[in-house]
């Protein structure tokens, strides 16, 4: 099942531009992660951040999150050729399941392309 | 660092075939997943695994089984391929359900004809 969805779809800008991705999110989460992936490859975790913190930051990257809206943003600052990826926010949520308390949904991701 | 490794980068097989993706992390991690990704449908967690012999359906299971025989091997089988099988597979570990970090290996991508 889908829980989190990230808009845009698609994002490209400039090198040095500042990029920002939003992610949506249905029920309650007991932290929101976002990975990126080059193409082609596997995911690379980029930031966790729990359902009681509200901004983290990590190198060029902020995260924030609005439990209240239950949405995220990820920014990425000063943006570089080598940031094109996708980027997926994942959620941990209660899976229903009898043997591990939660889940990661990812949502189907931000294309970003940074044009040199 | 973690390492996930997966026993190919690309396989190419034949409808009906018994297909065998084997995934192997490094880290001692309690868990690991396999998830299949599809344009426009993102990443759909198959199985996953929180201990040696243990295993849990995940979201799109039909057609697949996994074999846990050592901690650090998880192994995703399909019985009889079939082309709506074709597609990237990601495996994953990570060392709490809680799902702090999981980490991918490099994904295969599988077409079935």
């Known amino acids: 099942s889908q829980q989190g969805e990230e808009d845009p779809q698609a994002l490209s800008i400039q090198e040095g531009e500042n990029a920002t991705m939003n992610c949506s999110y249905k029920?309650?989460?007991?932290?929101l992660q976002w990975y990126r992936q080059n193409s082609g490859r596997g995911l690379v975790h980029l930031i966790l951040i729990r359902s009681n913190e509200r901004e983290k930051h990590s190198g060029r990257l902020r995260v924030t999150l609005d439990t209240s809206k239950k949405s995220s943003s990820l920014l990425i600052t000063a943006s570089r050729a080598a940031d094109t990826a996708s980027y997926f926010c994942?959620?941990?949520?209660?899976?229903?399941?009898?043997?591990?308390?939660?889940?990661?949904?990812f949502g189907k991701g931000t294309k970003l392309s940074v044009i040199p | 660092d973690v390492k996930v490794t997966q026993s190919s980068r690309y396989l190419v097989k034949r409808t009906g075939e018994k297909v065998f993706l084997e995934c192997v992390q490094d880290?001692?991690?309690?868990?690991m997943f396999w998830y299949r990704q599809d344009p426009g449908l993102g990443l759909r967690l198959i199985y996953f695994?929180?201990?040696?012999?243990?295993?849990e359906k995940g979201d799109i299971p039909e057609g697949y089984s996994v074999s846990r025989e050592k901690k650090e091997r998880f192994s995703l089988i399909l019985e009889s391929a079939s082309t709506n099988q074709t597609s990237m597979y990601l495996c994953?570990?990570?060392?709490?359900?809680?799902?702090?970090?999981?980490?991918f290996g490099p994904g295969t991508r599988l077409t079935v004809l």
């Open positions: 880290m001692d991690h309690e868990n």
């Open positions: 695994s929180y201990d040696v012999k243990m295993k």
């Open positions: 994942a959620t941990a949520n209660p899976s229903g399941s009898g043997a591990g308390s939660y889940q990661l949904t």
């Open positions: 029920t309650s989460i007991n932290n």
């Open positions: 994953a570990s990570s060392p709490d359900l809680i799902s702090d970090t999981q980490y």
